[in-house]
């Protein structure tokens, strides 16, 4: 039994953690920011603070004080927050900001990291209670990619490594040997969206882990979201990194895919 901090973004993710949490007898006192975190995580949880944009000290006070000294990670948070909000950062936050020669993904993550842990807080992997959501190597859908769809996400998984080894994005979207989209900031759903403005469908989604991928800092993940997005834009293959992806939702998503002709692989 743990008492464990939960830092919470976006999305479905953090609901899953708390409940498999909970189920192993852990207390999970969740810490929201306004605006990006669901509201629904509260009925999910033992206790929940609601944080705005930038206030790091107090969330170090916070976790202080309810004595906790592990915490995990989980939920996006759009990344286009750090250019819009710089006005509301308190002055850890901006301490932790200045110090930082770029603001990639993993260069604040790590950033946070080492200051929390000067106060004694230890950010874990959150896979340790997610193993489940990590799908092993293989086909999940009735159609498996044909011969000319494996080739080419062969060539995307090459780029998307490449791409997520500068922490510029981890998703690449091909068809016919040819980039059609790369992520950035915008985040897997919108690059899926963006594809399907350029082309009439029948592309290839790869979304892989960076080379040195940390498990306690945003984990690939995919869920209903995202196959609901490449069958609306017309794709027709999503191929996933086996070992260090996420996926929730996977019977619903498993199910439309099958419904409309898509493949999901796990390579």
């Given amino acids: 039994m743990a008492r464990i901090g939960l830092v919470a ?5 953090p609901v899953i953690f708390s409940k498999i949490a909970k189920a192993k007898g852990d207390t999970v006192i969740a810490f929201g920011l306004k605006g990006a975190t669901g509201e629904e995580l509260a009925q999910y949880v033992d206790k929940m603070h609601w944080l705005n944009w930038g ?22 948070i759009q990344k286009d927050l750090l250019f819009k909000n710089d006005l509301a950062l308190d002055e850890k936050a901006k301490n932790v900001l200045d110090k930082l020669k770029d603001r990639k993904d993993y260069s604040i993550l790590n950033e946070v990291g080492k ?3 000067k106060f004694g807080i230890e950010v874990i992997d959150s896979t340790t209670y997610l193993k489940d959501l990590i799908p092993e190597k293989g086909v999940l859908t009735r159609r498996a990619p044909s011969a000319e769809e494996t080739e080419n996400i062969s060539y ?4 998307a490594r490449e791409l997520a080894r500068f922490d510029i994005g981890q ?11 790369l992520e950035a900031v915008e985040g897997t759903d919108n690059t899926i969206l963006r594809a399907g403005d350029l ?3 029948g592309f290839i989604v790869v979304k892989t882990a960076r080379p040195n991928q940390d498990m306690r800092f945003d984990v690939p993940l995919i869920g209903l979201d995202t196959i609901n997005k490449v069958v609306e834009t017309g794709g027709k293959v999503l191929a996933l990194e086996s070992g260090r992806t996420l996926l ?14 898509v493949a999901i692989v796990i390579v």
């Fill in 9 to 13: 973004g976006y999305g479905k993710l």
């Fill in 55 to 76: 206030e790091f000290q107090k969330a170090i006070f916070l976790l202080a004080t309810e004595r906790i000294n592990k915490i995990i990670m989980l939920g996006k």
């Fill in 115 to 117: 200051v929390l842990g």
């Fill in 156 to 159: 995307g998984m090459e780029i």
């Fill in 171 to 181: 998703t690449v979207i091909v068809k016919d040997k040819t980039v059609i989209a």
């Fill in 199 to 201: 082309t009439k469908g």
């Fill in 248 to 261: 929730i939702d996977k019977a619903e998503m498993i199910k439309l895919a099958d419904e409309n002709g």
